[in-house]
């Protein structure tokens, strides 16, 4: 490509001279600008619209400070006029072409939005680590295959990954304007409010940074086609599949059900499809963070593999947008609510089923916890003797029911320790703090 066009397209882009607008702070950013002067490539994947791009521009503007403005260079693979020459020879253009015209001999940052679109980039970037030590790379995209595939095979050792969603509750709140202080249950209840007039959006509307802050009727419209997008640009396209009819029924399908064990058999006679279409499909689903499975707990990989898994949504705006759902269904919400705040934590959580079920089951520094989401304050006795014979079958001391708004301090039951607290305030709270609580 002729350079004076590559300078053209990055002159769009970037913010040489100016700061870049960089909406709501992301709470991954501390955990990202301590990464920025490693020398391994920063890897961030999630769902189209996550907020993926603002976040790499709030990263850009660590760097600029850290350094100066021009050695950050932004390139946006979606840009249709890349689209002609996209190819691993086109980056080395325009690095070349940037390294000529504003930082020719220091350190930049090379911030790569996007770049599943460039055929062979990973080799590229592979190349580029090995020999070159003045370029650091930060790459994007919406697909979970850039790291557990191509980059994961080629960039062993090489790189590190995080896992960027839309927004949770305190984002959504700080977004609109409001704080969310640090501080225990007492604190933050003199916030209620606002923070429980945001948890009802995202109950119903969800937490794509485009949408907040729309009208309903807009906010349906960008969820429509965020979702078509996920289903035509990143899964039929990218993964040349054939029956795009089917793969549209089977992520309603996911989506009607989220909260509910999913069975590949039943699924499959359902959908009339074969159960081999129904497991190809649904882990282009999960590629593309549209839908997650999780799995049973257990310390053997036989039963994990032998038992389904339950279901659920990254936005439970898009979720009810698109679902075949007949009723609000706010209690699978709020599961669904409590189980991205998990994922936001980098957590890996697992359910449990004897009799009884344990929504959640999460380990994490050494410490187990069973969490049931009931979205009620009327916890009736079963609860707590369900909760707590699971929580000796599991091995568990400590045990958490999330209510609606009840807060209870923690409480002696049996062999071990019970707390109850309201959804919003539960995703308000790191795990770390949730035991401290139960410690206490």
Known sequence: MDRS???????????????APTGTEREVLGQLEGLLDERHILTLTGVRR?????????????????????????????????LPELGSGLIDEIVEAYRERYSPGEKAFLLL???QNVPEWERWARAIYD???????????????????????LLTGRHLAVEVFPFSLGELVRHGGGEVPDGDYQALRRHKTRIRSALA?????????????KPPEVARLILQQSFEDIIARDVV?????????????????????????????????????SAETVREYLGYLEEVYLVFGVPYASPSLKVVNRRNEKMYAVDCGLRNVVSLRFSRDLGRSAENLAFLWLRHQGLAPRYWRNGAEVDFVVDAGGRRLPINVCCTDSIPAREWNSLQADMAALGASEGLIVSDDLYLE????????????????FLLKPLEAIFGELSA
């Open 5 to 19: 066009r590559i300078l053209e397209i990055l002159n769009d882009w970037n913010y040489w001279q100016q700061p």
């Open 50 to 82: 996550s907020g993926k791009s603002t976040l790499m521009r709030q990263l850009g503007e660590v760097a600029a400070r850290r350094h100066s403005r021009e050695q950050v260079l932004y390139v946006n693979f979606e840009d249709p006029r890349w």
């Open 113 to 115: 939005d996007e770049v």
């Open 131 to 153: 020999r070159r030590s003045d370029l650091k790379m930060v790459v994007s995209a919406s697909t979970a295959s850039l790291v557990e595939g191509d980059l994961g095979a």
């Open 201 to 213: 959006t995202y109950l119903e509307w969800g937490s794509f940074p485009e949408t907040c802050g």
């Open 237 to 273: 396209s990218r993964r040349g599949v054939r029956d795009a009819r089917a793969l549209r029924a089977l992520a309603h399908y996911a989506l009607t059900n989220v909260g509910n064990e999913l069975s590949v058999t039943q699924t499959a006679k359902t959908l009339g499809i």
């Open 410 to 425: 923690p409480r002696t039951t049996g062999d071990g320790r019970v707390a109850v607290m309201p959804l919003w305030y």
